[in-house]
């Protein structure tokens, strides 16, 4: 448990100090300021968009880390040193899990509250864009990992991740967006899409490791 929590503590650490965290809330927001200037300052609609708007905002910003999650450990030696140690890299790739949505996760939920003021959104719906996002921005951080792990050492691997991971996450945009309207149903679609991304990512991620260590 020990190393899990190191490694999750490092990649927090790398993700604050890195600035990562400030790109992707800044992408964030700035993808939020300007759909209103896109569909205009019609204030009805963009509070009848403005939730959906806030999802695809989320999703384009949770590609700006992908390249960094993975590639500079591959390129570095420190999967093999992992590796050396005995740590497995599904294990490895679930700490990286956990420290990107801690990363992710709860800042953007923050920003998404600002997001909702620029758009107007009345505080019942922001409660659900909140509770959406809560739920499935931890499969977006799994499905970010994963995707960072297959496309590590490909020549454009930041264009190859977005073609990987755009149509994979159409899930959680879908039921994220629909949980906004108050159906039950979208939510619990919402938390198996994401729980099933969690579940799996790390299998996944380990394997791709594995498989550019060799």
């Known amino acids: 448990m020990r190393p899990f929590l190191t490694l999750v503590a490092r ?89 990107h949505w801690l990363a992710f996760g709860p800042p953007l939920m923050l920003a998404a509250v600002i997001a909702a003021g620029l758009l107007d959104l009345p505080g019942e719906t922001v409660l659900r864009v909140e509770l959406g996002l809560l739920i499935g921005t931890p499969g977006l951080a799994a499905l970010a990992v994963a995707t960072s792990a297959l496309v590590s050492g490909l020549r454009g691997a930041g264009a190859v991740a977005g073609l990987v991971m755009l149509p994979l996450a159409v899930p959680l945009l879908i039921f994220g967006a629909g949980s906004i309207d108050g159906g039950m149903g979208a939510v619990k679609l919402l938390a198996a899409v994401s729980l099933m991304l969690v579940a799996g990512a790390p299998f996944v991620a380990g394997a791709a490791m594995r498989a550019g260590m060799e």
Do not use: C, H, N
């Open 11 to 99: 990649d927090l650490g790398r993700a604050w100090a890195g600035g990562s965290v400030t790109y992707t809330l800044a992408f964030f927001l700035l993808v939020a300021i300007l759909f209103p200037f896109a569909i205009g300052p019609d204030a009805a609609l963009l509070a009848r968009v403005g939730g959906g708007v806030i999802w695809a905002a989320a999703l384009l910003a949770a590609l700006m880390p992908v390249e960094r999650l993975i590639g500079p450990d591959a390129e570095s030696g420190v999967l093999d040193q992992f590796a050396v140690r005995g740590l497995s890299m599904a294990s490895v790739a679930a700490a990286k899990i956990a420290a």
